[in-house]
């Protein structure tokens, strides 16, 4: 795949350092003297590119015209969004990644600016802390949809309320995928039983996921899981 990265600051050089270890074609657009001078000993210096970060003659040469992926990491937003413009209007980049550095200007973001995928750091991090807080030992495995569903992993810890108790009895509001008991996968259905020690994994929205997590820790969340049920 082919990849332009606009910055060769700490975190972009970082990512052409792991993506030219996937194999993949990496170029690096940078214009600040000081960061040059730093990137040249961290980065092949065949794929640096000195100049501005909209001027066409350098996006050209770096290999914007055959690139399949932009990614606009510079520390000006509103840089990152000319630069997502530009990159589908004349060169029908297919993808584009954008970094989000004001949480304030995240709105601008979207399809009209091109913007496929935006790095929002703040985000992205303060959601981490909330779902450590709300999940509690559960892990996130995968998001999917745009990030409204979650496939997570709980053990049933010891005198966990739901030990002995079956599937149909708990009025779930996730959907379970598979049990993983003594390293055999289990394929849930109704009368199902939860064991001490079990590995679960759900798919979950966000109202579902603390809905889980609260099963596997509270008695009183169960009884009113079957009066929903």
């Known amino acids: 795949m082919n990849i332009l990265i606009a910055s060769a600051g700490r975190t972009s050089s970082q990512l052409a350092r792991v993506l030219i270890s996937q194999k993949h074609n990496v170029s690096v657009v940078e214009s600040r003297p000081e960061v040059l001078s730093l990137v040249h000993k961290e980065l092949p210096t065949e794929i640096i590119y000195e100049g501005d970060f909209l001027d066409i003659p350098t996006l050209?040469?770096?290999?914007?015209?055959?690139?399949d992926v932009l990614v606009a990491g510079?520390?000006?937003?509103h840089l990152n969004l000319l630069?997502?413009?530009?990159?589908?209007?004349?060169y029908?980049?297919?993808?584009?990644?954008?970094?989000?550095?004001?949480p304030k200007h995240a709105w601008l973001f979207d399809s009209s600016f091109h913007v496929d995928y935006a790095l929002n750091q703040?985000?992205?991090?303060?959601?981490m802390i909330e779902e450590e807080i709300s999940t509690g030992?559960?892990?996130?495995?995968?998001?999917?949809?745009?990030?409204?569903?979650?496939?997570?992993?709980e053990v049933v810890p010891a005198n966990a309320p739901i030990i002995g108790k079956s599937l149909k009895d708990l009025g779930l509001r996730s959907v379970i995928a598979a049990i993983i008991r003594n390293d055999e996968v289990i394929p849930p259905h109704g009368d199902t039983v939860f064991m001490e020690n079990d590995e679960v994994i759900a798919l979950v929205d966000r109202e579902s996921e603390t809905h889980l997590a609260e099963l596997f820790n509270s008695l009183s969340f169960i009884d009113s899981a079957k009066k929903d049920s």
């Open 137 to 153: 030992h559960m892990m996130v495995l995968l998001k999917l949809g745009k990030g409204n569903f979650s496939l997570v992993k």
């Open 122 to 127: 703040v985000a992205l991090l303060s959601m």
């Open 92 to 102: 029908q980049v297919p993808r584009k990644i954008a970094r989000v550095n004001n």
């Open 74 to 77: 510079t520390d000006d937003d």
């Open 60 to 67: 050209e040469r770096a290999g914007i015209k055959d690139a």
């Open 83 to 90: 630069l997502c413009y530009l990159a589908e209007e004349r």
